[in-house]
Every structure is written in C-alpha cells, then in structure tokens.
C-alpha cells in the first residue's frame, strides 16, 4: 500500500490566522483527497484534487477557505484559511492506491490535528 | 436516507472473545466496494479490509473479517480474538462506481466506539 506522509500532526493556531497541510506519497497516484472530522464525528470529503486541474469542491466547502494545491502526482496542500474555532477538526488526505488489484482501496494519511483558539 | 448506517455507538468485548460490529449500506448501483477503517486515538485512519460488490467470497484479513450479505445490504465486520490494541473507532465506508458526481469519494458512515475489557 501507498505509503502517506501528512505533516504537521498537530497544530494549535489562533483565530484568523491560516495553517497549510502538507500530504506527500511515497508513489504516483492520479487522485488525492481532502476529508475533515469534527470533534465526534465521521469523516466528511472537503476536495478532490487532481494534478494539473483546479480541485473539486464538496457542497459547503468553497476554494477561498479551503484553497488546494496539487503541484505533481506525490504531493499536495490543504490551507484551512482565516481560521475560526468551528475549524477544529482532524484534517486527512487520502489515495487511491494504484497497485494492481487492489486499485479501488483508499488509503490516509495519519492526520492533522487542529486546535483553533 | 444515510447511505451507511452503523447502529452500535458503542460496544464493549472480552479479550479473546469475537465480536460484530454492524453496518447496513443503501445504494442502487451495482459497482460499489465496502471498507472497514479503524480509528485510535491518536486520529490516524488505518484501512482494515474491503469487499467489492462482485466478489462471491467474504473478505478476511488475519484477524478481521466481513460477512457481506448483499441481498440484505449488509457487510458487518467481525473481528476474532479481540485484543485491547483494537480498543478505537471503527468507520465502516462505501465507494459507489456509478455515475454521476459521488463516484470517487467515500462515505462513512457515523462509526462505532469499540472497547476491549481486560
């Protein structure tokens, strides 16, 4: 399976400010993915991204909050943009690993763990 | 209507002893896969096992299996001989291929708090 680096784990920010999450895969894949856990919640897709195109935006999620990057097929950014308490959530990018077989599977990487006071 | 359903916010199992752990899907597609994903603490989500709609047999995977019913859309997981390592969430999640705009994400469903006593 696709091996998936997010970094920072954690972070605690202070209101208005922005914090850009970084997600770098050890092999090439086509599409990367955005999701966002609230406190006690399930896991909810922000975004896809593809390399070479603007990202997909889900419904209640808009590019001048949550602006993508996807500069090659190993890496991409998630920026949580003027940040504001409701913000505070587990931040994870996902894979679809490409290996043959298994193709379907996604994978995460271990999250970003965001305080916003 | 959700299209995963997890009914058990929380369950609690002996070590050693097996436990089930629900989840109901609702799809009209005929290409779709199901996950398992776990949930420790520290937030990380780590895949346990997938069924595809075709596959005639239930997945395993070591310690982890899933008995898909499909006439009944159901893909519960078991896990057999617990150990208090599997003390987390568990996030079961379905991947439609149909057409139209949800073909590649997934969607959870709300998750079960799994406990393992000593």
């Known amino acids: 399976s696709a091996v998936i680096s997010q970094k920072p784990s954690r972070d605690i920010c202070q209101r208005g400010t922005s914090l850009t999450i970084q997600c770098q895969v050890d092999?090439?894949?086509?599409?990367m993915f955005w999701y966002r856990q609230q406190p006690g919640q399930s896991l909810t897709l922000i975004a896809t991204?593809?390399?070479?195109?603007?990202?997909?935006?889900e419904s209640g999620f808009v590019i001048d909050k949550f602006p993508i990057s996807r500069p090659n097929l190993t890496f991409s950014t998630l920026t949580v943009s003027n940040m504001s308490p409701e913000d505070s959530s587990i931040y994870l990018c996902s894979v679809e690993d490409g290996v043959a077989g298994i193709g379907e599977k996604l994978f995460f990487g271990s999250g970003t763990q965001l305080s916003v006071l | 209507a959700q299209k995963i359903t997890q009914t058990q916010p929380g369950m609690f199992v002996q070590e050693k002893e097996a436990v089930t752990l629900d989840c109901t899907y609702d799809t009209s597609d005929q290409s779709y896969g199901l996950f398992w994903y776990k949930q420790p603490s520290s937030g990380e989500m780590i895949f346990l096992i997938y069924?595809?709609?075709?596959d005639e047999q239930n997945a395993t995977e070591g310690r982890y299996s899933l008995n898909f019913q499909k006439a009944r859309k159901s893909a519960n997981l078991v896990i057999s001989a617990s150990q208090l390592g599997d003390s987390a969430m568990y996030f079961c999640a379905m991947r439609e291929w149909g057409s139209g705009a949800g073909s590649y994400q997934l969607t959870f469903g709300k998750g079960t708090k799994l406990s393992v006593i000593p």
């Open positions: 069924q595809g709609s075709y």
């Open positions: 092999s090439q894949v086509t599409m």
């Open positions: 991204a593809n390399q070479g195109s603007e990202a997909t935006y």
